[in-house]
């Protein structure tokens, strides 16, 4: 069965930092662009970071940008969402997604784009 896996969930105080992984079981992410959403108590699941399938290009959603980094590991086949700087408002489910869209400087992918899905994981910022 063709899916990815997801790890790294926790619960941190703000101004904390996770990382979260994300690997693909039965297939490689080699020539996938990767998505991070996620999806808060009450509210549409949005986007957070993408990925091409190089690394070279990453874009991020304003309310992240400066805080997260996504980057991947080919060799690994396996690609990151790096939070630092967590924020109560952070707080939420956490999915990567693989499309074979290519990414490119100038067009940016939605969900439809994504064509596997990890399970989801629980990210919580509180003290």
């Known amino acids: 069965q063709l899916q990815l896996v997801q790890s790294g969930g926790d619960r941190v105080q703000p101004g904390g930092s996770l990382r979260l992984s994300c690997a693909p079981s039965g297939f490689t992410l080699d020539y996938y662009t990767i998505g991070w959403f996620r999806r808060a108590p009450g509210k549409e699941r949005e986007g957070v970071s993408l990925?091409?399938?190089?690394?070279?290009?990453?874009k991020y959603a304003d309310s992240v940008k400066g805080r997260f980094t996504t980057s991947r590991d080919n060799a690994k086949s396996t690609v990151y969402l790096q939070m630092n700087s967590l924020k109560p408002e952070d707080t939420a489910v956490y999915y990567c997604?693989?499309?074979?869209?290519?990414?490119?400087?100038?067009?940016?992918?939605?969900?439809?784009?994504?064509?596997?899905w990890g399970q989801g994981t629980q990210v919580t910022i509180s003290s």
């Open positions: 997604a693989a499309s074979v869209v290519r990414l490119t400087t100038t067009n940016y992918l939605t969900e439809d784009d994504f064509v596997f």
């Open positions: 990925i091409d399938s190089t690394g070279d290009i990453t």
